[in-house]
């Protein structure tokens, strides 16, 4: 379970919590533009536009769960288990759900230029090799002017114009907007008394403008908050500033460690939390046992290199001791 939020004020953001009951190899990563890019049954990209994100690297190939490209366009995938398949047609761009996002990002400059490609994207089930099951996604794809969300039904790839710029986990798209609805009286401000006037009602405290936020970690509940936060956070002037907003919000969705049981009683966590700054292609994340912010400035590489550049993450909390 995930949850992705993008946000515009000194800048435009896409943040992200990953929410699992384990560690997958993750590292930060950069992919300089003369990294082959390659592919089950789509044509390999020998040069490409560079990426930086959080993957799995696999046989010197990077399996990413969200990443950014250096104009700025970032993408992710959250778990989407009702994910339908297809069986590969040579009329069709035929993608695995761990090939989209290197894929679209290593072409793309806009959102706009993607959606040609997605016109005749299927998804195919080829697990990368054995032992590594293709997980069931769907995707949100954002630059610094749109948003849209990607979904693989029976009905076939689904593309929805995601002006909230927010996106959790199953049900689809379409349910999590309409139920909004059921959220709308909700308010930053203090509540005034329309229960009955000749009561003398007021608040026990501040806050009250927003009793009824479901504060629970289901992606229904998460999506609303989520989409709250969004509506209400305070911009700010700078990037730094921005950047601490954007952790707030996702630290408010987040999973913490012992809250959520799995059928398998494995415990549930956000095992990273990231923010990419599309402006300054800047990759912000921490991790659930390090909350100090760390950070990786695409253009800081060479990007004409071949070879992947990887950041190992610190699982040891940064404490600054003041005596």
């Known amino acids: 379970m995930c949850t992705v939020i993008t946000w515009e004020s000194h800048g435009k953001y896409f943040g992200r919590n990953m929410d699992l009951d384990y560690h997958f190899g993750e590292t930060a990563v950069v992919v300089p533009r003369h990294c082959p890019l390659h592919f089950h049954l789509a044509k390999a990209q020998p040069t490409h ?35 339908v398949f297809k069986e590969p047609n040579q009329d069709y761009l035929n993608l695995t759900p761990y090939e989209i996002i290197p894929y679209l990002l290593g072409k793309v400059t806009s959102v706009k230029e993607a959606k040609t490609y997605l016109k005749t994207l299927q998804f195919v089930s080829i697990p990368f090799k054995d032992g590594l099951p293709v997980q069931p996604l769907h995707f949100i794809l954002s630059d610094r002017y749109e948003s849209i969300v990607i979904e693989s039904t029976l009905s076939g790839i689904q593309v929805h114009e995601n002006t909230l710029g927010v ?131 695409l ?25």
Do not use: W
Request: charged letters at 15%.
């Open 49 to 83: 536009y560079a990426l930086i994100g959080m993957a799995s690297i696999v046989d010197h190939t990077p399996l990413f769960s969200e990443a950014m490209n250096e104009y700025g366009v970032a993408m992710a995938g959250l778990n989407f288990p009702s994910q």
């Open 167 to 297: 996106l959790t986990n199953e049900p689809d798209f379409y349910f999590q907007l309409a139920n909004l609805t059921h959220y709308m009286q909700l308010s930053p401000k203090q509540p005034v008394n329309t229960f009955d006037e000749a009561l003398p009602l007021t608040p026990f405290g501040q806050g009250a403008g927003s009793i009824g936020l479901p504060g629970d970690s289901s992606p229904t509940s998460r999506f609303v908050q989520a989409a709250f936060l969004k509506a209400h956070a305070k911009k700010t002037a700078s990037e730094e500033g921005d950047i601490t907003q954007m952790f707030h919000m996702l630290d408010r969705v987040k999973m913490v460690e012992g809250t959520v049981v799995l059928p398998n009683e494995r415990l549930d966590l956000t095992t990273y939390s990231s923010v990419m700054a599309l402006t300054s292609q800047t990759y912000y994340f921490k991790t659930y046992a390090n909350n100090q912010l760390q950070a990786i400035r």
């Open 299 to 323: 253009q800081g590489e060479n990007l004409d290199g071949s070879n992947l550049i990887t950041y190992e993450l610190t699982q040891d909390q940064a404490i600054r001791f003041l005596n």
